[in-house]
T-cell receptor, first 111, second 114 residues
């Protein structure tokens, strides 16, 4: 079945880069997403990548996709305290809107 | 542009009681979703509407959960009767069209069942 897995925690020093990793099982996924959830808030779509792409860059965010290994990563450059949140990896299809989420990675920032 | 609105933000009930949550999607969004997010987990889709029709309710526990979107705009999710394991955040999301897959989430309703 469909499954998305992430490590639960990541701690980085302010100003360093953060890399959050994710693996998924559904090779037919068309869209791969990164959502951010701050305490008490809903999910905010950060970025997404189509399955026919290897990389997408958007300001401080870089998404890398290894479709062969079904591995997705999110790199946040120059990590700031405002980046503290839970980051969810998710997969979806173009033919249906169902999105499968991972359990989330809690990113904490050390001064 | 106003986002997805949900109410109430918090609800505490005793087991076996009933509860209802309300969602108003972004104006013009035809597709509406209800997700359940248990603490420490990612959201899980409960039901998806396209206008006022149900597209996917395969994960909805139909013996106790029900949802409607009668006029194709706002939606209500009901739990009757509630169980302890229903304690979770209930998230509503909307998107413009089924094939778009870009979903915008509301702030959620945090339900605690005692």
């Amino acid at each position: 079945g469909e499954d998305v897995e992430q490590s639960l925690f990541l701690s980085v020093r302010e100003g360093d880069s953060s890399v959050i990793n994710c693996t998924y099982t559904d090779s037919s996924s068309t869209y791969l997403y990164w959502y951010k959830q701050e305490p008490g808030a809903g999910l905010q779509l950060l970025t997404y990548i189509f399955s026919n792409m290897d990389m997408k860059q958007d300001q401080r965010l870089t998404v890398l996709l290894n479709k062969k290994d079904k591995h997705l990563s999110l790199r946040i450059a120059d990590t700031q305290t405002g980046d503290s949140a839970i980051y969810f990896c998710a997969e979806g299809h173009s033919s249906a809107s169902k999105i499968i989420f991972g359990s989330g990675t809690r990113l904490s920032i050390r001064p | 542009e106003a986002g997805v609105a949900q109410s109430p933000r918090y609800k505490i009930i005793e087991k076996r009681q009933s509860v209802a949550f309300w969602c108003n999607p972004i104006s013009g969004h035809a597709t509406l979703y209800w997700y359940q997010q248990i603490l420490g987990q990612g959201p899980k889709l409960l039901i998806q509407f396209q206008n006022n029709g149900v597209v996917d309710d395969s994960q909805l526990p139909k013996d106790r959960f029900s949802a409607e979107r009668l006029k194709g705009v706002d939606s209500t999710l009901k739990i009757q009767p509630a169980k302890l394991e229903d304690s979770a955040v209930y998230l509503c999301a909307s998107s413009q069209a089924e094939s778009t897959d870009t979903q915008y989430f509301g702030p959620g309703t945090r339900l605690t069942v005692l």
